[in-house]
């Protein structure tokens, strides 16, 4: 699953394409199955496989309804946030980033296992700027900018830092901004 992560972080969907469905084959009926579903489809969505996506998260879902709760339902939210992203659909992606994100308990756990936190708050930002939500992104960046939860995704983290060094230079405060770079 780390390396369909990164390949999706990079951008590279197609070459994300096929460990994603080696990842979910050995997932199945593990632990890890949802997350491996939920990378497959955005894999598959961010690769043009439109129809696969849908099948994928149609997939997840049904899954998701066996293991009930919000964990399982948070992943779900991911995945569509995700693959609306990857459509273009900026609106349905922040909406279902933010409720995936609002699901999140208060704080992760300190030791592990790893938490969804820190790449959840990212999504849910990026989502909101994306639409225009700089107050909503910028609460998010400074969450997991102080939050012990990033340790579990360290290039969220960092790249939290520009991101929100942006918004400062938008709205006019130099100096924060100048910090946040100089972090980045």
Do not use: C
Not at 10 to 16: E, G, P, V
Not at 122 to 135: E, H, N, Q
């Amino acid at each position: 699953l780390g390396q369909v992560t990164l390949l999706l972080h990079q951008k590279n969907a197609a070459a994300a394409l096929a460990p994603a469905e080696q990842a979910q084959a050995d997932a199945r009926n593990t632990g890890q199955e949802l997350r491996a579903l939920a990378l497959l489809a955005m894999a598959q969505a961010l690769s043009g496989r439109q129809t696969d996506a849908d099948r994928t998260l149609t997939q997840l879902e049904s899954r998701a309804k066996v293991l009930p709760g919000p964990d399982s339902e948070r992943m779900a939210q991911w995945a569509r946030g995700e693959i609306a992203r990857a459509r273009g659909d900026r609106i349905a992606a922040a909406a279902e980033l933010a409720k995936a994100q609002n699901t999140l308990p208060v704080v992760g756990p300190v030791t592990g296992p790893p938490s969804m936190h820190s790449t959840l708050w990212f999504a849910a930002a990026t989502a909101s700027l994306d639409v225009g939500r700089d107050d909503e992104a910028t609460r998010l960046f400074e969450r997991l900018q102080s939050g012990h939860e990033r340790v579990f995704d360290l290039e969220a983290y960092a790249r939290s830092f520009y991101l929100l060094a942006q918004v400062y230079e938008r709205r006019g405060d130099i100096e924060r901004a100048r910090t946040q770079y100089a972090r980045f």
